[in-house]
């Protein structure tokens, strides 16, 4: 079973430049999670979806993060402008239904912002 | 306010020797813990699991305890391996509550030597 995909893994921007991240869940997982790991910290939830709608994004820096989850299956996470204390990892996860609240992670995607 | 907190930032462990991270929490809600185990330039990978009905979860070497009165769980890794070097992170859900994402603490980074 392939498991959760992200892209890019690593980006490099300027300040008030703008980025996406790209993430497919594994197939057949209902609820998409983004999560944001800043270096010495636990991964913090950005936004989750079930299916193709919100279910919590109340820790989404709004101003200048967006995430839409079309058709309820790939994911795309945007940051515009991006500030310096954007650099972190951004993790995709997902999870099927009756799990138990385990979730699966990508690799990441690694922002670094200069 | 950290829910889930972690206040070992690291643990030294001889190899074979038994190897213990712990875990506190504040929410009461929280009815689910998870461990997850993280390698450098991956993605967190899930570990072992446990629900509030529960007070022990045992997989091979891994054994989680939970302690509800306490609101502290640990994760006891026997014998400890140097494969078993990682940033190893302690995670909490209401599974009742809507939004049930994953709460993270700041992880405890486990050195094993041989």
């Known amino acids: 079973e392939a498991g959760v995909a992200q892209s890019p893994r690593y980006k490099i921007i300027e300040k008030r430049q703008s980025v996406a991240f790209w993430c497919n869940p594994i197939?057949?997982?209902?609820?998409l999670y983004w999560y944001q790991q800043i270096l010495g910290q636990g991964p913090k939830l950005l936004i989750q979806f079930q299916n193709n709608g919100v279910v919590d994004d109340s820790q989404l820096p709004k101003d200048r993060f967006s995430a839409e989850r079309l058709k309820g299956v790939d994911s795309t996470l945007k940051i515009q402008p991006a500030k310096l204390e954007d650099s972190a990892v951004y993790l995709c996860?997902?999870?099927?239904?009756?799990?138990?609240?385990?979730?699966?992670f990508g690799e990441g995607s690694w922002l670094t912002v200069v | 306010d950290q829910q889930v907190k972690q206040n070992s930032p690291s643990l030294s462990v001889q190899e074979g020797r038994i190897s213990i991270l712990n875990c506190d929490y504040t929410?009461?809600?929280?009815?689910?813990f998870l461990w997850y185990k993280k390698y450098p330039a991956e993605g967190p990978t899930f570990l072992i699991s446990i629900s509030s009905i529960k007070d022990k979860n045992e997989d091979g070497r891994f054994t989680v305890f939970l302690n509800k009165s306490a609101k502290h769980l640990s994760l006891h890794i026997v014998p400890s391996q140097p494969g078993d070097s990682a940033v190893y992170f302690c995670?909490?859900?209401?599974?009742?509550?809507?939004?049930?994402?994953?709460?993270f603490g700041k992880g405890t980074t486990l050195s094993v030597s041989s």
């Open positions: 996860a997902s999870s099927p239904r009756g799990s138990g609240n385990t979730i699966y």
């Open positions: 995670a909490a859900s209401a599974l009742n509550q809507a939004g049930t994402a994953l709460i």
């Open positions: 929410n009461s809600m929280f009815d689910y």
């Open positions: 197939s057949g997982h209902a609820t």
